[in-house]
């Protein structure tokens, strides 16, 4: 085996997990990597992950094309006439039928071809210790590492609580967003004497929050006024007022924006956006120096 695609489905967080296996798994087998994220949930036009991201200090290929033809995929539903397709819901949902769920990355995986394609749609590994990702992986979008000098010129976020206001399509009804918000509130009652900052996908879960913390400083404004509930993620092109680049440089801000706080608190315990979150907080500033 020489080289490692990543592909992309879900969001932020679920990717985010996925990519730190694969990454684990290419430093150890010494295999270049490529990130595929070309999916309808990243981009509506021509951004990837390069587009924010890059990988140093490890083996890496440059582009699909620089595949060999004659390399062989695993698993077989891959090969050099679809590698360049983004993973889409119906591979998500046909995932065994297709046979493109490679589970966990480990000693078991089959080494035998040349090329593994991972779809993030299989389970994955969690690390706690988060150090051999942060050599390896960089922010290099400009407007996101903007983004972040300016909050940081702001509001000192490492003595802040940094506040996860997650709604859209995981709390389409009004009801469960306040219920899920008052739980925060009331886990966040220790803290009350801290500053602390809010960004989110939902406005309405925003504005509650602010009527329990009003000194709390707003940091989301796109997302807010994009407010859907299958999910900002989710939503289409027509469906968005402002591009899905400025919805995910405003995201990927926030995602880094919480990286920096003291403690992140969210609306919902499985959130893989504020866990990751919490997972690079000691590396946040090595990962944000490009």
């Known amino acids: 085996m020489k080289y490692l695609v990543v592909k992309g489905y879900l ?6 997990e996925t990519l730190k296996m694969c990454v684990n798994y290419a430093l150890h087998n010494n295999l270049q990597i490529y990130v595929d994220w070309s999916d309808a949930i990243w981009t509506h036009g021509n951004e990837t992950f390069y587009t924010y991201f890059n990988l ?3 083996p890496v290929l440059n582009s699909l094309d620089d595949i060999p033809a004659d390399a062989t995929y695993y698993p077989s539903y891959w090969s050099r006439n679809n590698i360049k397709n983004p993973c889409s819901e119906e591979m998500l949902r046909n995932k065994k039928e297709l046979g493109v769920d490679v589970g966990i990355l480990g ?13 993030s749609v ?18 290099v979008n400009p407007d996101i590492l903007s983004g972040i000098r300016t909050r940081l010129s702001k509001v000192q976020l490492a003595n802040c609580i940094g506040v996860h206001a997650r709604g859209t399509d995981r709390a389409k009804r009004d009801v469960r967003k306040e219920h ?29 929050w602010k ?3 009003p000194n709390t400083v707003v940091f989301t404004t796109l997302a807010q006024a994009n407010t859907t509930n ?21 995201f990927l801000t926030d995602f880094f924006t919480l990286a920096h706080c003291e403690r992140v608190l969210s609306t919902f315990k499985d959130s893989r956006f504020a866990q990751e979150a919490r997972r690079l907080h000691p590396y946040v500033k090595q990962i944000l120096d490009s």
């Not at 899920?180 to 509650?208: C, N, R, T, W």
């Open 211 to 213: 009527r329990y913390y």
């Open 107 to 119: 000693p078991s995986t089959p080494t035998n071809a040349d090329v593994l394609v991972h779809c």
């Open 180 to 208: 899920s918000i008052q739980y925060m509130v009331l886990h966040a009652m220790s803290f009350a004497s801290k500053p602390m900052i809010v960004v989110g996908d939902d406005a309405y879960s925003i504005e509650l």
């Open 11 to 16: 969001g932020f967080g679920d990717r985010l």
């Open 230 to 250: 299958k999910g900002n993620h989710l939503a289409t092109k027509d469906e968005l007022k402002n591009s899905k680049y400025d919805l995910t440089v405003e």
């Open 122 to 139: 299989s389970s994955r590994s969690v690390y706690l210790d988060s150090g051999f990702f942060a050599r390896v992986f960089r922010v």
């Open 56 to 58: 140093v200090n490890m």
